[in-house]
């Protein structure tokens, strides 16, 4: 235990509870509650959404990435720029086309409603999993932290979230993000220097080192059509191709994030928010994966064990090495990280909830202040079900990998169903269901019956939902347009 640094961190949870909870005054309608009005800047959103993109998986799982590998991650990111490209023309334009609350509505105007229960479905079900793990990923750090992996302290850091998401809204998990994403990113800079500090000759010893061992190599562009190609995680055309496709499905179809570019004034600064967001990210991760190689770099001089599994190096440095005020400055950027994800995951699974279940199944119409205080019924509702996962979700052997496997498990589903929708016409509501049907049981023969790697599942299961959907519409006679 060490009170100088616990207490940075407790007043950092207190700090960010108040300050999110300031904007309950704002809430007044479901508008408010989950669009923020509509009212915040493009720039605002973009921090967002990396916060959005962003989780104590990335925080703690991408040094551990080039600690045992090198900088090939970010063949993955240059993929997340040719998604933005893809989400700006195809389905940006659709969103705001009148005003939505959820990115399936687009899919009750195209198919039908039942085709907008059964993606919104998906959605639920995604997000739950995914963010599930994400709130595991807490515990590694408190469990360094307070020595303990109590579900107690795990508890601390949900309900806190819970608060000011349940009392301020979008709004709150907006302005919220804008100021943990400066401060997580505050943290890594200052760890990075601290940690290059304690290696004799800095900077110059650990390029010679990490050039050596080859932990500089970003680019894989080899190509060959065989079983160990599309078991490779990360390769250039894995990156490119993979990550563009599992981009394009959880910006342009996912509502963690539609959510967040519907908030925007427009449909152009909702593009300057997308790709403004690229930037920092591409940025992100670099200095992620660099702190991981100078890890791996100062383990190698000292001879000491790293802490295993690997998502435990980067956090229990910083708490073992790092001087005091600074350890705990750090250790709060990473809770940040957290709590911001964590608080965008339960204002997107409410909204989607009240909006694509609830509202439109309402037997007698609501006021605003009806619909206002089942909303934050059912963020309270998400938060216990999200702490119940989290505790199941164990032993696992990189969270964040675990994470993305998860999400693009159902991502391949959602997208293709998304890309019928604005790529054909013929295609009615229930081919495609049964196109969603049939990606997803090839996507999970693919995760639990073969090698692939996850970097390919969103175009296997969206390639299978398109293909399937259009063929099955040549022999179902049915609707095509509902809009």
Same mark, same amino acid.
């Given at each position: $235990? ?17 300050? &999110? ?75 705001? !086309? ?28 995604? !997000?739950? $999993? ?13 469990? +360094? ?22 009392? /301020?809204? $979008? ?36 390029? *010679?080192?990490?050039?050596?061992? /080859? ?44 959510? !967040? ?22 940025? *992100? ?27 435990? +190096? ?69 938060? /216990? ?8 979700? *164990? ?13 693009? $498990? ?5 997208? /293709? ?8 016409? !013929? ?11 049939? &990606? ?44």
């Amino acid at each position: $235990m060490r009170p100088f640094d616990l207490d940075i961190i407790a007043l950092y949870l207190i700090g960010i509870t108040w300050f &999110g909870a300031r904007f309950r005054y704002g809430q007044k309608s479901l508008r408010d509650y989950f669009l923020g009005g509509r009212t915040t800047p493009w720039w605002a959103i973009g921090f967002s959404i990396v916060s959005a993109e962003t989780s104590t998986l990335t925080v703690i799982g991408t040094p551990g990435i080039s600690f045992n590998g090198n900088l090939g991650f970010l063949q993955v990111v240059f993929g997340y720029l040719l998604a933005r490209v893809v989400i700006s023309s195809l389905l940006l334009p659709h969103y705001f !086309r009148g005003e939505m609350f959820t990115a399936y509505e687009l899919m009750q105007r195209r198919f039908g409603p039942r085709i907008r229960r059964l993606t919104a479905g998906s959605f639920l079900l995604l !997000r739950a $999993m995914a963010e599930g793990v994400r709130v595991f990923a807490i515990s590694i750090v408190v469990s +360094i932290v307070l020595g303990t992996g109590e579900a107690l302290s795990i508890l601390l850091i949900v309900c806190l979230t819970l608060f000011y998401t349940f009392e /301020g809204g $979008m709004t709150a998990v907006i302005w919220t993000d804008v100021v943990q994403m400066i401060l997580y990113i505050a943290g890594a800079i200052v760890s990075l220097f601290v940690i290059l500090g304690k290696i004799p000759d800095g900077w110059p010893h650990v390029w *010679q080192v990490a050039e050596a061992a /080859g932990k500089f190599q970003i680019f894989d562009f080899r190509f060959e059509p065989t079983a160990a190609f599309f078991s490779r995680n990360y390769s250039f055309w894995a990156g490119l191709i993979g990550g563009c496709f599992l981009t394009t499905a959880s910006h342009g179809t996912e509502q963690l994030m539609v959510q !967040r570019l519907l908030a925007a004034r427009s449909e152009s600064e909702g593009r300057a928010a997308l790709f403004a967001s690229w930037l920092v990210i591409f940025f *992100q991760f670099s200095l992620f994966l660099t702190i991981g190689v100078i890890l791996f770099v100062y383990y190698k001089d000292t001879g000491l064990a790293a802490p295993n599994p690997p998502d435990r +190096i980067y956090p229990q440095f910083i708490w073992d090495n790092l001087p005091p005020g600074i350890a705990g400055l750090s250790i709060a950027a990473i809770l940040a990280a957290a709590m911001s994800n964590l608080s965008a995951a339960l204002n997107s699974l409410a909204s989607t909830t009240v909006m694509d279940f609830l509202k439109p199944l309402s037997p007698r119409p609501r006021t605003d202040a009806e619909w206002l205080v089942i909303a934050k019924r059912w963020t309270l509702a998400w938060g /216990g079900v999200l702490f119940a996962i989290a505790l199941v979700a *164990q032993g696992v052997k990189s969270v964040l990998e675990a994470g993305l496997g998860i999400a693009s $498990m159902i991502y391949g589903s959602l997208l /293709g169903v998304f890309l019928l929708g604005v790529l054909t016409k !013929r295609v009615g509501q229930n081919a495609a269901m049964v196109g969603m049907v049939c &990606g997803l049981v090839v996507i999970l023969y693919v995760k639990f019956a073969t090698s692939v790697a996850f970097t390919w599942y969103v175009l296997t299961g969206s390639t299978v939902t398109f293909a399937a959907a259009y063929l099955c519409s040549f022999f179902l006679e049915e609707s095509s347009q509902h809009e």
